[in-house]
Protein backbone atom coordinates (compact mmCIF):
# COMPACT_ATOMS: atom_id res chain seq x y z
CA UNK A 1 0.00 0.00 0.00
CA UNK A 2 1.41 3.58 -1.00
CA UNK A 3 0.35 7.14 0.35
CA UNK A 4 -0.44 10.48 -0.97
CA UNK A 5 -0.72 14.03 0.36
CA UNK A 6 -2.27 16.60 -1.35
CA UNK A 7 -2.60 20.45 -0.89
CA UNK A 8 -4.03 22.92 -3.36
CA UNK A 9 -5.16 26.90 -2.97
CA UNK A 10 -2.29 28.75 -0.79
CA UNK A 11 0.01 26.26 1.15
CA UNK A 12 4.07 26.34 1.71
CA UNK A 13 5.38 23.61 -0.93
CA UNK A 14 8.24 22.90 1.37
CA UNK A 15 5.92 22.31 4.46
CA UNK A 16 3.79 19.78 2.27
CA UNK A 17 6.74 18.00 0.98
CA UNK A 18 8.31 17.77 4.22
CA UNK A 19 5.15 16.16 5.69
CA UNK A 20 5.74 14.02 2.88
CA UNK A 21 8.63 13.02 3.52
CA UNK A 22 7.77 12.14 7.13
CA UNK A 23 4.83 10.23 6.21
CA UNK A 24 7.27 8.00 3.63
CA UNK A 25 9.37 7.34 7.11
CA UNK A 26 6.39 5.95 9.01
CA UNK A 27 7.02 9.01 11.31
CA UNK A 28 3.27 10.48 11.40
CA UNK A 29 1.97 6.12 11.55
CA UNK A 30 -0.27 5.93 14.30
CA UNK A 31 -1.92 2.99 13.09
CA UNK A 32 -1.86 -0.99 13.91
CA UNK A 33 -0.83 -1.89 10.38
CA UNK A 34 2.47 -3.75 9.49
CA UNK A 35 3.04 -0.99 6.27
CA UNK A 36 4.33 1.76 8.11
CA UNK A 37 7.01 2.92 5.52
CA UNK A 38 7.12 3.43 2.23
CA UNK A 39 10.48 3.35 0.37
CA UNK A 40 10.01 1.53 -3.54
CA UNK A 41 9.68 5.10 -5.49
CA UNK A 42 7.85 8.17 -4.87
CA UNK A 43 6.55 10.99 -7.64
CA UNK A 44 5.15 14.46 -7.35
CA UNK A 45 2.53 16.42 -9.44
CA UNK A 46 2.06 19.85 -9.46
CA UNK A 47 0.54 23.17 -11.50
CA UNK A 48 3.17 25.53 -13.25
CA UNK A 49 1.23 28.58 -14.58
CA UNK A 50 -1.54 25.92 -15.82
CA UNK A 51 0.34 23.56 -16.75
CA UNK A 52 0.88 19.95 -15.11
CA UNK A 53 4.60 18.99 -14.28
CA UNK A 54 5.52 15.86 -12.38
CA UNK A 55 8.76 14.21 -11.02
CA UNK A 56 9.25 10.80 -10.36
CA UNK A 57 11.78 8.92 -8.54
CA UNK A 58 13.03 5.29 -6.88
CA UNK A 59 14.11 4.67 -3.98
CA UNK A 60 13.32 6.71 -0.57
CA UNK A 61 11.09 9.77 -0.77
CA UNK A 62 12.85 11.34 2.53
CA UNK A 63 16.49 10.28 0.47
CA UNK A 64 15.56 12.70 -2.89
CA UNK A 65 13.58 15.18 -0.87
CA UNK A 66 16.91 17.37 -0.42
CA UNK A 67 17.45 17.29 -4.71
CA UNK A 68 14.17 18.88 -5.31
CA UNK A 69 13.81 22.34 -6.16
CA UNK A 70 11.40 23.73 -3.69
CA UNK A 71 11.64 26.79 -5.43
CA UNK A 72 10.08 25.63 -8.91
CA UNK A 73 6.69 24.57 -6.74
CA UNK A 74 6.52 27.91 -4.25
CA UNK A 75 4.11 29.53 -6.29
CA UNK A 76 1.96 26.28 -7.76
CA UNK A 77 -1.53 25.90 -6.76
CA UNK A 78 -1.66 22.28 -6.52
CA UNK A 79 0.77 19.77 -4.98
CA UNK A 80 0.57 15.76 -4.99
CA UNK A 81 3.22 13.40 -3.64
CA UNK A 82 2.95 10.11 -3.90
CA UNK A 83 5.10 7.15 -1.57
CA UNK A 84 5.40 3.97 -2.50
CA UNK A 85 5.42 0.20 -0.60
CA UNK A 86 5.37 -1.71 -3.32
CA UNK A 87 2.96 -4.94 -3.03
CA UNK A 88 4.71 -7.40 -5.13
CA UNK A 89 8.55 -7.29 -4.88
CA UNK A 90 8.88 -7.43 -8.56
CA UNK A 91 7.27 -4.16 -9.57
CA UNK A 92 10.13 -1.70 -8.18
CA UNK A 93 11.41 1.25 -10.49
CA UNK A 94 10.73 4.09 -11.95
CA UNK A 95 8.59 3.01 -14.34
CA UNK A 96 6.20 1.95 -11.80
CA UNK A 97 6.87 5.59 -9.58
CA UNK A 98 3.48 7.33 -9.74
CA UNK A 99 1.79 9.61 -11.04
CA UNK A 100 0.90 7.25 -13.88
CA UNK A 101 -0.20 8.83 -16.82
CA UNK A 102 -2.26 7.50 -20.17
CA UNK A 103 -3.46 9.80 -23.22
CA UNK A 104 -7.27 8.96 -24.16
CA UNK A 105 -8.17 10.98 -27.41
CA UNK A 106 -7.42 14.03 -26.48
CA UNK A 107 -6.57 13.73 -22.87
CA UNK A 108 -3.86 13.10 -20.88
CA UNK A 109 -4.78 11.58 -17.35
CA UNK A 110 -2.99 11.10 -14.56
CA UNK A 111 -3.05 8.49 -11.49
CA UNK A 112 -2.04 8.77 -8.21
CA UNK A 113 -2.92 4.96 -6.90
CA UNK A 114 -2.50 3.33 -3.11
CA UNK A 115 -4.21 -0.02 -2.63
CA UNK A 116 -4.00 -2.98 -4.81
CA UNK A 117 -6.25 -4.16 -7.56
CA UNK A 118 -5.02 -8.21 -8.77
CA UNK A 119 -8.35 -8.67 -10.89
CA UNK A 120 -8.64 -5.99 -12.88
CA UNK A 121 -6.68 -7.52 -15.41
CA UNK A 122 -9.44 -9.38 -16.59
CA UNK A 123 -10.88 -6.32 -17.97
CA UNK A 124 -8.75 -5.84 -20.79
CA UNK A 125 -8.56 -9.60 -21.83
CA UNK A 126 -5.37 -10.10 -20.35
CA UNK A 127 -3.88 -13.40 -19.31
CA UNK A 128 -2.61 -12.38 -16.12
CA UNK A 129 -1.82 -9.02 -14.28
CA UNK A 130 1.57 -7.32 -15.26
CA UNK A 131 1.52 -4.02 -13.05
CA UNK A 132 -2.36 -3.89 -11.60
CA UNK A 133 -2.19 0.23 -11.31
CA UNK A 134 -1.26 0.66 -14.77
CA UNK A 135 -4.31 -1.83 -15.78
CA UNK A 136 -6.59 -0.22 -13.77
CA UNK A 137 -6.02 3.79 -14.91
CA UNK A 138 -6.13 1.70 -18.63
CA UNK A 139 -8.96 0.28 -17.75
CA UNK A 140 -10.62 3.12 -16.41
CA UNK A 141 -9.84 6.42 -18.86
CA UNK A 142 -9.84 4.61 -22.26
CA UNK A 143 -12.11 5.58 -24.56
CA UNK A 144 -13.46 8.08 -22.35
CA UNK A 145 -13.34 11.97 -21.88
CA UNK A 146 -13.60 14.58 -18.67
CA UNK A 147 -17.35 14.95 -19.20
CA UNK A 148 -17.70 10.88 -19.44
CA UNK A 149 -16.00 10.97 -15.86
CA UNK A 150 -19.11 10.94 -13.56
CA UNK A 151 -19.92 9.15 -10.58
CA UNK A 152 -22.00 6.87 -12.59
CA UNK A 153 -19.61 5.61 -14.95
CA UNK A 154 -16.97 4.82 -12.24
CA UNK A 155 -19.01 2.77 -10.41
CA UNK A 156 -20.55 0.57 -13.47
CA UNK A 157 -16.62 0.26 -14.34
CA UNK A 158 -16.12 -1.08 -10.66
CA UNK A 159 -18.46 -3.02 -10.30
CA UNK A 160 -17.61 -5.03 -13.36
CA UNK A 161 -14.23 -5.78 -11.40
CA UNK A 162 -13.69 -9.01 -9.57
CA UNK A 163 -13.79 -9.01 -5.94
CA UNK A 164 -9.88 -8.90 -4.09
CA UNK A 165 -9.14 -5.41 -3.98
CA UNK A 166 -8.68 -2.34 -2.93
CA UNK A 167 -8.20 1.45 -3.80
CA UNK A 168 -7.93 4.96 -2.82
CA UNK A 169 -6.95 7.09 -5.88
CA UNK A 170 -6.83 10.97 -7.58
CA UNK A 171 -7.45 10.87 -11.08
CA UNK A 172 -6.57 14.15 -12.65
CA UNK A 173 -6.58 15.50 -16.07
CA UNK A 174 -5.75 18.96 -17.81
CA UNK A 175 -8.06 21.92 -17.48
CA UNK A 176 -11.38 21.63 -18.89
CA UNK A 177 -12.54 25.11 -18.34
CA UNK A 178 -10.83 28.78 -16.63
CA UNK A 179 -11.05 28.68 -12.90
CA UNK A 180 -13.01 31.52 -11.54
CA UNK A 181 -10.75 34.68 -10.97
CA UNK A 182 -7.16 32.41 -10.66
CA UNK A 183 -5.98 32.81 -14.08
CA UNK A 184 -5.20 28.85 -13.74
CA UNK A 185 -7.40 26.09 -15.66
CA UNK A 186 -9.46 23.46 -13.16
CA UNK A 187 -8.00 20.23 -12.83
CA UNK A 188 -11.31 18.01 -12.42
CA UNK A 189 -9.97 15.83 -9.41
CA UNK A 190 -12.00 12.50 -8.82
CA UNK A 191 -11.16 10.45 -5.95
CA UNK A 192 -12.04 6.87 -5.77
CA UNK A 193 -12.25 5.10 -2.23
CA UNK A 194 -12.70 1.56 -1.77
CA UNK A 195 -14.03 -0.21 -4.51
CA UNK A 196 -16.86 1.90 -5.38
CA UNK A 197 -17.40 4.76 -3.26
CA UNK A 198 -16.32 8.12 -5.31
CA UNK A 199 -16.02 11.81 -4.33
CA UNK A 200 -15.71 14.33 -7.25
CA UNK A 201 -14.33 17.82 -6.62
CA UNK A 202 -14.58 19.80 -10.06
CA UNK A 203 -13.43 23.05 -8.36
CA UNK A 204 -12.41 25.62 -7.33
CA UNK A 205 -10.54 23.10 -5.55
CA UNK A 206 -10.87 22.65 -2.13
CA UNK A 207 -8.19 22.14 0.43
CA UNK A 208 -7.31 18.01 -0.14
CA UNK A 209 -4.86 17.65 2.74
CA UNK A 210 -5.33 14.13 4.80
CA UNK A 211 -8.50 14.13 2.48
CA UNK A 212 -7.73 10.79 0.94
CA UNK A 213 -6.69 9.38 4.62
CA UNK A 214 -9.60 10.50 6.25
CA UNK A 215 -11.81 8.72 4.10
CA UNK A 216 -9.85 5.65 4.08
CA UNK A 217 -10.57 5.88 8.17
CA UNK A 218 -14.01 6.63 7.53
CA UNK A 219 -14.71 3.91 5.28
CA UNK A 220 -12.21 0.86 6.63
CA UNK A 221 -11.58 2.05 9.99
CA UNK A 222 -7.82 1.73 9.32
CA UNK A 223 -5.30 5.14 9.58
Known amino acids: MCRMILASGQFDAAAVLDAARAMSCGETATHDGPIKQHPNGWGCLWLD ?45 IEFSHPLWRTSGATQWYMMHNGFLPTVYAQLGMAESRFDSAEYLEYIVDQVTPADFTRDYLRSKMARVAPGGSAANAFLSPGIKPGRGSGIPMTPLILTISRCTIIKITAPLLSLLNLLLHWARRLTGVA
Open 49 to 93: QGKIRTLHGTGTFADALPGIDVDALRHSRFLAVHVRHATLSKNHG
